[in-house]
């Protein structure tokens, strides 16, 4: 018997013009910041995603830090956001000097709009046309929400709730470009550009890679140019270096844009098959052997970027020791995130409804999904979870 | 005749194995933050610069800001800080929470350091071995150096003024990696290497470029390693993704990295050709036509990443003319960055002894300086200048 090969997590897949683009730049010597390919690639997206304009940046992380300073979040403000992502959609409310409150999720491993409301009802009021807490007087000034694993968030909801209680909606789509409504309000509109400024990242692990990068667009046309600005160091005359605020350098470059560029061509592709994949999964774990595989929302096209196998309590073997199983097997998986309020110094801000959260915390395993997976994998996979 | 060719300020040089080891990095699909070249690179640069470590990240600006948390800078303290550099020495102490205070150039065009005792003695004292504002009470608790253009800082008198204020010394070396002392106190020293901790810049204008990136030194081994943590989102469980701290997510990524050892191979003879074009421009220049072209530290030898050509006030065309003519002949060059104290919100902060800064800021233009400038068009740029 031939030797086992490792199945990793979720990883590229450069079958298309990535060599090609990235040589190309490399043999104009146009690697950096300059060159034609980050206006292009910016273009690309801001179509791909129907919107007028987007923003390139050199990662997700940044960008959501440009989503903060665009929408004028600030020292001694509150953002509400969900506990259960991973830290980089909240490390960026602490960037901007502002403080998070942590709010639960509902089935979709998505932020509850219905536990938004309930916090605000119970914690906050409108005061001048602005949301402002009763527990510290602060302003709660925004929302951000996270479509998590490329399942999205119940859009509805959250923009009457962002309506109701005057609050800017930051839709972290870092893991979720190429999901879409196809039913509802929303229907043709894709993940992160519903609300006031929306964020994809384009990191190793997503469904299509710059190496490290990210993208920002907005529905205000001078927010997306202010964040333009923020991220090149806000340099007010390129002559003379006059910059005419505290800037960051958070450019994405021409070589990143190249690979970028050429993995764009890829995306329908890519979500076509992660979508067939998570159809195998599903077919052959689905209520077997007490797992499920947890459904994306009705009324979606999603990009299906991260499967969750849920392990039920019944299950022989808690969630980490499937893990670890699965490691000898040379099979790459991962739990879900820890909660954020549990992290760092955030047990000292405020949370409200994370007990379905914590639920789910304890139950998921993230199942490998590269678009390079192949069926064989996958079944080897599926035959060493039935086995457990 | 020939159409004029563009002479550039400067850009890179992928005359080396750029080509092959960039494509190696797509082919193999490690194009991201994991992979082997990301450690290989951080070691290349530690064994160039004769450190124990180097940590990778995203850019020089990101490398300052891992400087200043590294130090322990935050809210409310103060930083001794140059006004005439590039202004992302100068932003990330922002980011941090803290306050520049501006200080004054010598001739070197970096920080004066007679001129940052001058403003301590009229503004400060020790307390409980703190340096601590007379004017805010504040903690002056580091000084930032740049090595302005490649050309050190006066590094002796700077680690004294250090010693006898109990200051933090952060030394950007963005410009100036390649740079060392021959003689002194810190004779076989690079820059970057003396201080509390130094950093480099790879953007695409610098001696060496990985598109965008850079690399944090220390000579606290735990600062490095909290650079590393903090760099990574502050990650201190990979498996079960819990975080310690608020972190960032300034990786450099594996293609940068591959662009990056192809460069460090090419450095040598990087600085070899500078220093000789840097000759052959001050053989033609220095001295004529009311030209001056600005020396190098003596002791020391020099990246000579910029060439500063003086303008003198008797010739008859003003510094930015100067520029235009150059232009119109297809010829990049650009004035010194304007004084950080008269940008964005820091004509709020306190400036000592600038005078000479901002005489400089009138009079100097940055000639082409790239490493694959020919000769001939090196005496184009010559030809136009003495025919102003």
């Known amino acids: ?38 206006p292009k690639f910016e273009q690309a997206i801001a179509d791909y995603v129907g919107m007028p304009r987007a923003v390139a940046c050199n990662s997700g992380t940044s960008g959501l830090h440009l989503a903060m300073m665009m929408a004028g979040i600030g020292a001694g403000d509150e953002v509400l956001a969900p506990t259960l992502t991973f ?9 901007a000097g502002a403080q998070p409150i942590f709010i639960g999720c509902d089935d979709t491993l998505c932020l509850d709009p219905k536990l938004a409301e309930e916090y605000l009802q119970a914690n906050a009021e409108l005061k001048d046309g602005r949301c402002v807490s009763r527990v510290t007087g602060a302003h709660i000034k925004a929302i951000v929400v996270v479509h998590v694993f490329g399942n999205l968030a119940d859009m509805e909801a959250i923009m009457d709730l962002a309506a109701r209680w005057h ?24 993940a992160g550009t519903i609300g006031d400024v929306g964020v994809y990242s384009f990191n190793g692990n997503k469904i299509i890679t710059t190496g490290a990068g990210g993208m920002v667009v907005s529905n205000h046309d001078d927010w997306a140019e202010h964040a333009k600005h923020l991220s090149t160091q806000a340099k007010a005359d390129e002559l003379h270096f006059v910059h005419d605020e505290v800037g960051y350098n958070y450019r994405l470059t021409n070589l ?21 994949m998570y159809e195998f999964y599903r077919e052959r774990l689905d209520g077997k052997h007490n797992y499920r595989i947890l459904p994306f929302r009705d009324g979606t096209r999603s990009n299906r970027w ?10 022989p073997l808690h969630r980490d020791e499937i893990i670890r199983r699965l490691s000898a097997e040379k099979i790459q998986t991962r739990p879900i995130w820890a909660l954020i309020q549990d992290q760092a110094d955030y047990p000292q801000n405020q949370h409200y409804g994370t007990g379905l959260a914590r639920h789910y915390l304890g139950h998921i395993v993230n199942l490998p999904c590269s678009t390079n997976l ?3 994998d996958a079944q080897r996979v599926v035959d060493v979870l039935l086995s457990l």
Chains 1, 2 share one sequence.
């Open 1 to 38: 018997m031939s030797e086992k090969t490792f199945i990793p997590l979720s990883v590229p897949n450069f079958s298309g013009n990535e060599k090609e683009y990235v040589n190309d730049a490399v043999v104009s010597e146009w690697v950096s910041t300059g060159g034609s390919l980050v």
């Open 87 to 95: 830290i980089a959609a909240v490390n960026p409310i602490r960037y």
């Open 167 to 190: 609050l800017i909606v930051i839709e972290d789509a870092t893991e979720a470009l190429g999901s879409c409504f196809t039913a509802g309000r929303y229907a043709g509109k894709y």
């Open 256 to 276: 990143q844009a190249a690979l970028g560029l050429a993995q764009l061509e890829q995306l329908e592709g890519f979500i076509a098959y992660k979508n067939e």
């Open 306 to 315: 991260f499967y969750s196998l849920f392990v039920e309590d019944a299950h």
């Open 374 to 376: 192949s069926k064989e």
